[in-house]
């Protein structure tokens, strides 16, 4: 699903994720202890930031899987979901905590289950169709949303509705 083709949109907060995050931290405190963090890049390094002080985790690692490829003729365009950075030293996932910021269709999470079978996932967000290949999350949003995180975009100008609706006249 690509941001244009999507018909709802849900904008997140730089506060609202933080917020939601740390409520991800609080269901995963009694689950521990864990021998350490695996960030999900990009999307996913600022809610592992964030669970990470929260659960007091000093030990983090990055997995950087590319499913998603954007550029001019196809933003958002699914791709072969493929592992282009190993976290170090993990074994098989077990006692480690992976976190993203969001499970979507799934592609990321079934190629970050297969290399680390035993880890714990957890996600922000989730939407139905990933929904079963994550152990924790917080939110749930419907599968035709796209979420505009707060790194995707920036604050500009919009006419107010008022004047939109005189251009309509």
Known sequence: MTAVAS???FPVSWEELHRNAK???WRLVDLGPWKGLIGVTRGGLVAAAIVARELDIR???TVSIVS???NDSNPGQAD?????KYP???GD???????????DTGRTAEV???LLPKAHFATVYAKPLGRPLVDTFVTEVSQDTWIYFPWDVELQFTQPIASRRKGEA
Do not use: M, P, Q
Not at 80 to 84: P, Q, T, Y
């Open 7 to 9: 018909e709802k949109h």
């Open 23 to 25: 409520a991800l931290a």
């Open 59 to 61: 030990i983090v690692e």
């Open 68 to 70: 998603y490829r954007s």
């Open 80 to 84: 072969e979901a493929k592992i282009v």
């Open 88 to 90: 170090a030293n993990v």
């Open 93 to 103: 996932g077990e006692g480690w905590l992976v976190v993203d910021d969001l499970v």
């Open 112 to 114: 970050l289950r297969r």
